[in-house]
């Protein structure tokens, strides 16, 4: 790609010893389109992130921002504007400034779960919900699940606070959700999701009881290290539909061109032409 002075770009934030693998899936992309746009990835110190975050949104030809670990908590406190998803996931992963200066907020983490599990047919339309784990990917989740219309939601953390904590927030911004915590117990639901490392390696203790799955529950994982974790070899065992942790990465990109007003595309056409080495 030529890089001109009307290159815009999105500023991928993190911290300097973070593995950058977006510009390997959105600058091909964007160099196939013919779109005269790159991601570029840029390491900062927790403790210059205020002010380089401000500075970035300075320059000229900035469309936008994905934010990683350890930032996206930090984030919120330093938007104009944050989005429900924001609210409720108290975490942050994408910047865009407005026409008139000001810096809003949104999260997409849990938008491509979302999205994958409707683009397989699944519609979560009343459905009652099982989020195991309430760390950043699993409130991103619980956040996005209780917009796409759920009747209830579980969330369950060895750390009772965390698990709390998140509660506190869906009810707070979704006053007609059922929300309830204290089981990992995966029986009864339509929609069990594991937002934990646990069951990634086989002999791995698993997340939950797999023997009180139904093979009418969806699962889902967050996992990408490996295509199909104990966890969900497990649950597919037992005749459930399951979708990979992958999933959720190449599906929340269209929701993040969409976002910044860039031409969108399809998860499919993005694994396609993305260069990642795994």
Known sequence: MYITGNTEFIAHIGYPTFSFKSPMIYNPYFE???IDAL????????????????????LTNIRGALITMPHKVTTVGLLDEVSINVKVAGACNA?????????????????????GVQRKGFDLTNKRVLVVGCGGVGCAIA???????????AVFDVNTAAADALAKRLQDNYPALAVSTGSNDPAGFDLVVNATPM???????????????????FVGEVVMATEMTAFLQAAKDRGCQVQVGSDMLFEQIPAYLE???FPSTTAEHLRSVARLSY
């Open 259 to 261: 976002y910044f007003d």
């Open 32 to 34: 196939g389109a013919g």
């Open 199 to 217: 069951g990634m390696n086989p002999g791995d203790p698993l997340p939950m009881d797999v023997s009180r799955l139904t093979p009418h529950t």
């Open 95 to 115: 910047v865009k400034r407005t026409a008139d200066g000001r810096l809003v907020g949104d999260m997409f983490d849990g938008a491509g779960f979302v999205r």
């Open 143 to 153: 956040a996005s699940l209780a917009g796409a219309g759920i009747a209830g939601i």
């Open 39 to 58: 991601v570029v990835p840029m390491g900062c110190q927790a403790e210059n992130y205020p002010t380089f975050l401000r500075s970035v949104f300075g």
